[in-house]
């Protein structure tokens, strides 16, 4: 059974920083397509931030873009985001995501396995 457990959430304020992480049960580079979403209350979970584990090609939501940073490191099974120059519209239950089979790393139905997510509340 494959089990993803982030870490890292919490509470900081507009401009600060947050280092999340994900744990995956199996090797990171077995899967298709690793990535970041979000859901604030009241709003659909969106894709932040996702790779091609294969390849390592990265892309990000416009909205975050040079702003948070994607990474993973196999040896450890984990998957990162560092998130900078954070926004109270960056607030939002964040989960880490694997897919094991071909897809569109930006679309959520690409994604087999989700962690039980991670809470980044951003006050102005």
């Known amino acids: 059974q494959v089990r993803l457990v982030e870490s890292g959430g919490g509470s900081v304020q507009a401009g600060g920083s947050l280092r999340l992480s994900c744990v995956a049960s199996?090797?990171?580079?077995?899967?298709?397509?690793m990535g970041w979403f979000r859901q604030a209350p009241g709003k659909e979970r969106e894709g932040v931030a996702w790779?091609?584990?294969?390849?390592?090609?990265?892309s990000y939501t416009n909205s975050v873009e040079g702003r948070f940073d994607i990474s993973q490191d196999n040896a450890k099974n984990t998957l990162y985001l560092q998130m900078n120059s954070l926004k109270p519209e960056d607030t939002a239950m964040y989960y880490c995501?694997?897919?094991?089979?071909?897809?569109?790393?930006?679309?959520?139905?690409?994604?087999?396995?989700w962690g039980q997510g991670t809470q980044v509340t951003v006050s102005s």
């Open positions: 790779l091609y584990t294969r390849d390592g090609m990265i």
């Open positions: 995501a694997a897919g094991d089979s071909y897809g569109i790393c930006s679309q959520r139905r690409a994604y087999d396995y």
């Open positions: 199996g090797n990171t580079y077995d899967y298709w397509c």
